[in-house]
């Protein structure tokens, strides 16, 4: 079983930056492929990055170039890097982790509650 909590989320300037902190209980977070998604009103939870076991990175289109996913095994803990950001970007954002999945579909196994990012113009 893994629990995650997100946080850093928050409101921000169009062009500005935030970084989601992913803390992650347990002692096996680095044999996760972790993910980042997000949701925003009215529409369809959107793939936004993940980040293998292995450090392999998969980004969405809309936010490559401007967001990076990292973690740190030793503080159990994933990031996502967003600069750049736009109005477009407002969203609850979600980190999802998963010992067999490494995919830009929301098949991970585990999901914290989500951070609020609003993007203001």
């Known amino acids: 079983q893994v629990q995650l909590v997100e946080s850093g989320g928050g409101l921000v300037q169009a062009g500005g930056s935030l970084r989601l902190s992913c803390a992650a209980s347990g002692r096996t977070f680095s044999i996760y492929n972790m993910a980042w998604f997000r949701q925003a009103p009215g529409k369809e939870r959107e793939f936004v990055s993940a980040?293998?076991?292995?450090?392999?990175?998969l980004y969405a289109d809309s936010v490559k170039g401007r967001f990076t996913i990292s973690r740190d095994n030793a503080k159990n803990t994933a990031y996502l890097q967003m600069n750049g950001l736009k109005p477009e970007d407002t969203a609850v954002y979600y980190c999802a982790a998963d010992a067999n999945y490494y995919t830009k579909y929301a098949r991970y196994d585990y999901w914290g509650q989500g951070t609020q990012v609003t993007v203001s113009s």
């Open positions: 980040i293998s076991w292995t450090y392999s990175t």
